[in-house]
């Protein structure tokens, strides 16, 4: 069993800046890819950035330049560090994380219980 606990949503100003964590837990042997998925309401849920065990990151175009995906892998924690937040960022934030939970080449995705962003004045 894994789980991902998402942190650091919250409401903020046009402008403004948050910080969200996700921390994995539980039967994990290793983690492969992990990321942050957002998804606002009546939209389908969209890739917002995903990071590589080795650091490779990958952005939504919306978002670069502005948001920054990093990890510690020694936690098994993703971070997303939001800047010059817009009021279309607004959205439930999700993280996902490709688990192996045995010796076995077998990754699984897992998902946080998800996190609201609000972007208002």
């Known amino acids: 069993q894994v789980q991902l606990v998402e942190s650091g949503g919250g409401l903020v100003q046009p402008g403004g800046s948050l910080r969200l964590s996700c921390a994995a837990s539980?039967?994990?042997?290793?983690?492969?890819?992990m990321g942050w998925y957002r998804q606002a309401p009546g939209k389908q849920r969209d890739l917002v950035a995903r990071?590589?065990?080795?650091?490779?990151?990958t952005y939504a175009d919306s978002v670069k330049g502005r948001f920054t995906i990093s990890r510690d892998n020694a936690k098994n924690t993703v971070y997303l560090q939001m800047n010059v937040l817009k009021p279309e960022d607004t959205a439930v934030y999700y993280c996902?994380?490709?688990?192996?939970?045995?010796?076995?080449?077998?990754?699984?995705?897992?998902w946080g219980q998800g996190t609201q962003v609000t972007v208002s004045s």
């Open positions: 996902n994380a490709d688990v192996r939970t045995s010796r076995a080449w077998i990754f699984n995705a897992y």
């Open positions: 990071i590589t065990s080795g650091g490779a990151t």
């Open positions: 539980g039967s994990i042997f290793s983690v492969n890819d």
